[in-house]
């Protein structure tokens, strides 16, 4: 098992999803859903609410399995190398995850043992993470007492604690105010500037799409369009993310192809 | 691209670290870190809720010292194994009280796993890179931890309770909690103290507390307990763990279980009262042959049948295959239920 992930691995992608599909039930939640994320790259996932993005994320983080098609994280399948792929792998749920009744200190501690991260080597990766989120001299508080961009800014800071090569963040701007969302946005653009990270961004926000991002387009759980701001705004010959989107979505819904 | 070794990983931690290395493997000793954070997380969070704490450690005294003190004349027991001779209810009685902590430890635990799937908790514990099973294994043990520390916290007072101290001893024991409590119910209404004032005066009252217990010991010259407390250890592990991997499982199975009412009639209750924790099975087969083998299908009796010869230092070998038997079925149970591809999280939706 070992041995695949030690060959050159320059060309294989962050992320590669192809052809997943995943329903509850009768209600399909993905059909046929392909993207890829190269390395060091912002990739926004764009979705109206239900559009079936967490159910990607779920996913791709194992929380169940994908039946058909293959998830790929650093060429790593997360059915049957679960592993090598979740090992590289730093997630930000839409949910808020941490302990409230522990300092930050003891939660980033704990994700680490998660990790089997342990001893000095945990004390000095959580150290350099509250730093990169700015978060440092409330190290021994409760969670409890943070405001909700403080506790988004510790969850970015929790899922770069085993230094994964990719990450997922669900909707991490929801519920924040603009300066907090700023402050989120900013961390995480850096990191995929400074340190070469690949990102996945979910959101339904468009202006939280920059020029230079690549767009994957997700709408009643297909993928309408992959590919760079650009090509999306010539491919729809609009002049903004935000009039792609309807053009787009209004037009797929009108096809009426989503009988399952 | 570097080859990639462990020194690549533990690299400065400033940022110079190559992005795309290959994580290294996850050895023996980081199996046991992810152990050790997981039980320390669970005995941490325990601590930090008081109300917990104390529920957990009255509801068994009352117990104790009401009902068993109110049905010492109309039960008495006799000759019942491991006992030989007559018996205070008191000491029947105690293996029953220890096996409810860890009833109502297991099923609280379990509901903080329901509560945890909805909060999204337990998706941070389980896109943790260690195989499924280990991480659930290692919450059940965190568990266990937890409700040991409760059974002997109990077992300590019973020892006291035991040594019949009078009133002088009781006051010399009692002293610094009762001053805790005071302390506690004037800040209430005045809130002079701050928080920080206060968890020192628990400490405090706790050191003080144990201090008195060690002088309480010498000055009286206390014999050792009637029972033993070391023996029973590994029985309290063991019956901790298989009620611990049935509550997985209910918490893996009843997405609804938020309501601990329902689990309290359905599963608690039940449990308890339908085996030999409060009477002799024998007594319960005199008055209903059906009910005395429904106790006997129950694996609470087991559990409890367990505790009570380890403390005497005996094996009830029986007990310790049927208990043993249930936790692999339990344990099996919940680790094919929260399989992400076969299991029911899948079929039901999964958390979150």
Avoid at chain 1, 59 to 85: H, M, P, Q, S
């Amino acid at each position: 098992m070992a041995v695949e992930h030690r060959t050159p691995e320059a060309e294989t992608p962050a992320l590669l999803v192809r052809d997943v599909s995943h329903a509850f039930g009768e209600n399909r939640a993905l059909s046929d859903v392909s993207l890829e994320i190269p390395r060091g790259r912002f990739v926004v996932l764009l979705g109206l609410n239900g559009a079936g993005k967490s159910t990607l994320f779920s996913l791709i983080t194992r929380l169940y399995d994908n039946v058909t098609g293959e998830i790929r994280i650093f060429g790593a399948d997360i059915r049957r190398r679960a592993t090598a792929a979740l090992q590289r792998l730093g997630v930000v749920f839409q949910s808020r995850t941490l302990d409230l009744d522990l300092t930050l200190h003891q939660n980033l501690l704990y994700h680490c043992a998660l990790h089997g991260i342990s001893g000095a080597d945990a004390r000095a990766r959580t150290a350099q993470a509250l730093a990169t989120v700015g978060l440092t001299d409330r190290a021994e508080e409760k969670v409890r007492n943070l405001s909700g961009g403080q506790s988004r800014r510790l969850e970015i800071a929790r899922s770069l604690l085993h230094r994964p090569s990719l990450l997922l963040l669900d909707e991490p701007t929801v519920g924040l105010d603009i300066g907090s969302r700023e402050s989120v946005v900013k961390i995480v653009r850096s990191l995929v500037e400074k340190e070469g990270l690949a990102v996945l961004w979910a959101t339904h926000l468009f202006d939280e799409v920059l020029p230079t991002d690549l767009v994957v387009l997700l709408h009643k759980s297909r993928v309408l369009f992959t590919g760079s701001v650009p090509e999306l705004l010539a491919h729809t010959e609009t002049q903004t993310v935000s009039d792609a989107f309807r053009k787009m979505t209004g037009t797929a819904a009108g096809t009426g192809e989503f009988a399952a | 691209m570097t080859t990639v070794s462990a020194t690549d990983q533990q690299r400065s931690p400033t940022g110079d670290r190559n992005t795309y290395d290959a994580p290294p493997p996850l050895g023996v000793r980081a199996y046991f870190t992810c152990l050790y954070g997981i039980v320390w997380r669970e005995v941490l969070r325990y601590m930090h809720q008081r109300e917990r704490f104390l529920s957990a450690l009255v509801r068994p005294l009352i117990w104790l010292f009401i009902f068993a003190a109110g049905f010492r004349q109309a039960l008495g027991v006799q000759n019942t194994p491991p006992y030989d001779g007559a018996v205070l209810y008191e000491v029947y009685v105690l293996p029953g009280l220890i096996g409810m902590i860890l009833l109502f430890n297991a099923m609280q635990s379990s509901l903080s796993m329901v509560y945890d799937r909805e909060t999204g908790a337990m998706r941070t514990l389980l896109v943790s890179p260690f195989p499924r099973w280990f991480l659930l294994v290692s919450k059940l043990v965190g568990g266990v931890a937890v409700a040991a520390i409760q059974a002997y916290v109990f077992l300590i007072i019973f020892y006291f309770w035991e040594a019949d101290l009078g009133s002088t001893g009781y006051a010399l024991l009692l002293g610094p909690l009762a001053a805790l409590a005071v302390l506690v119910i004037v800040n209430a209404f005045g809130k002079m103290f701050s928080q920080r004032t206060m968890a020192g005066a628990l400490v405090a009252a706790l050191l003080a507390t144990a201090a008195m217990m060690l002088a309480v010991v010498f000055a009286w010259g206390l014999p050792a307990p009637s029972m033993n407390y070391l023996a029973v250890l590994p029985a309290v592990l063991i019956a901790g763990f298989m009620l611990g991997s049935l509550a997985l499982l209910l918490s893996s199975v009843v997405r609804q279980l938020e309501n601990f009412a329902g689990v309290m009639n359905f599963v608690i209750f039940p449990m308890f009262f339908a085996s030999s924790a409060l009477y002799p099975l024998s007594r319960i087969e005199q008055s209903s042959p059906v009910l005395y083998h429904i106790c006997l299908l129950n694996p609470f009796t087991h559990a409890v049948e367990l505790i009570r010869f380890a403390l005497y230092a005996r094996i009830d070998w029986i007990s310790l295959a049927i208990v043993l038997l249930c936790t692999a079925i339990f344990l099996g149970g919940a680790i094919y239920a929260y399989n992400p591809s076969k299991g029911l999280i899948a079929r039901r939706g999964g958390p979150g």
